[in-house]
T-cell receptor
Framework: GAVVSQHPSRVICKSGTSVKIECRSL??????MFWYRQFPKKSLMLMATSNEGSKATYEQGVEKDKFLINHASLTLSTLTVTSAHPEDSSFYIC??????????FGPGTRLLVL | QQQVKQSPQSLIVQKGGISIINCAYE??????FPWYQQFPGKGPALLIAIRPDVSEKKEGRFTISFNKSAKQFSLHIMDSQPGDSATYFC????????????FGTGTRLTIIP
């Protein structure tokens, strides 16, 4: 299957700082990328959907000013957690898909905000 | 109506046995049903997927059974192995995989020797 990478795999930051997470499709062009959040032993919660060159569509209850998503190219999307707080600590996972293709997930990024 | 209900929450199966996980949905507009396998600390990996025009799809030891009238689908893992121990998520979407997925709550599968 197609490969999706995320960087960093884990990050620790101080409260109030911003953290950027990158999601890359390594061997295909991703017209759509999704960002999920997963709490321990829980299911994946969709945060937003982004199409290349367009503004992201956020799910209800997700603060777009806090979770900034950029999908500037067909192989890269970024999620920036602005002014992070301990409650933002979570496992963030991206997925990517091409036109008429299935979603392939990245390995996830574990964020810990102190 | 967007929910996908998954059961059981956890499952213990002996090595060599059959693992069965069930999902049910409400939204009749869903027409793509994938199953994902997730190991701790990793992202989900696509296992197998089905569209409503078939009632069963088999890939190796993994089989999806689909009942359109009952709005249910299930994953069967034949000859379950310890390496199959993971969390399994069913999902559903309208259109193909590049559409928004609605995930089930997950099943933690443990295969014992």
């Amino acid at each position: 299957g197609a490969v999706v990478s995320q960087h960093p795999s884990r990050v620790i930051c101080k409260s109030g700082t911003s953290v950027k997470i990158e999601c890359r499709s390594l061997d295909f062009q991703a017209t759509t990328m999704f960002w999920y959040r997963q709490f321990p032993k829980k299911s994946l919660m969709l945060m937003a959907t982004s199409n290349e060159g367009s503004k992201a569509t956020y799910e209800q209850g997700v603060e777009k000013d806090k979770f900034l998503i950029n999908h500037a190219s067909l192989t890269l999307s970024t999620l920036t957690v602005t002014s992070a707080h301990p409650e933002d600590s979570s496992f963030y996972i991206c997925s990517a898909s091409g036109i008429q293709e299935t979603q392939y997930f990245g390995p996830g990024t574990r964020l810990l905000v102190l | 109506q967007q929910q996908v209900k998954q059961s059981p929450q956890s499952l213990i199966v002996q090595k060599g046995g059959i693992s069965i996980i069930n999902c049910a949905y409400e939204n009749t507009a869903f027409d793509y049903f994938p199953w994902y396998q997730q190991f701790p600390g990793k992202g989900p990996a696509l296992l197998i997927a089905i569209r409503p025009d078939v009632s069963e799809k088999k890939e190796g030891r993994f089989t999806i059974s689909f009942n359109k009238s009952a709005k249910q689908f299930s994953l069967h893992i034949m000859d379950s192995q310890p390496g199959d121990s993971a969390t399994y998520f069913c999902a559903a979407s309208q259109g193909f995989g590049n559409e928004k997925l609605t995930f089930g709550t997950g099943t933690r599968l443990t295969i014992i020797p």
